[in-house]
């Protein structure tokens, strides 16, 4: 039987999605409190911060957790290139780490 995903990583990427969308919640009356154009950029200052820690933290995953990650974060920001996606705002943002988080930690893929 194939093995779906490596549980040490998987439990990382749980681990670092909580700590992420903790962070989020803190820093979010901060993204968000000025002119947009400078609060859109302070959110993708963000964001690729976390992309990147996002893939090291998957690094070594299965290809079907890359893939999830790289889908359910599409809309809000490409991991592949660290590039904002067309419906970045922190509660789109928000709404993408917590869907993920709901993917990574039930045993069955996100249904579409």
């Not at 070594?60 to 970045?88: C, F, N, Y």
């Amino acid at each position: 039987p194939r093995c779906r995903m490596s549980w040490g990583v998987d439990a990382k990427v749980r681990s670092f999605l909580q700590f992420a969308i903790t962070k989020l919640d803190s820093c979010a009356e901060s993204l968000e409190d000025e002119d947009p154009e400078d609060n859109f950029q302070e959110l993708t200052t963000f964001t690729t911060g976390l992309s990147r820690h996002l893939k090291n933290t998957a690094d070594g995953a299965s290809q079907e957790l890359k893939d999830l990650i790289i889908e359910t974060m599409l809309p809000v920001w490409d991991v592949r290139v660290d590039k904002p996606g067309e419906s970045l705002s922190v509660a789109e943002l928000r709404n993408a780490l917590d869907a993920l988080l709901s993917a990574v930690t039930s045993e069955e893929p996100a249904a579409e």
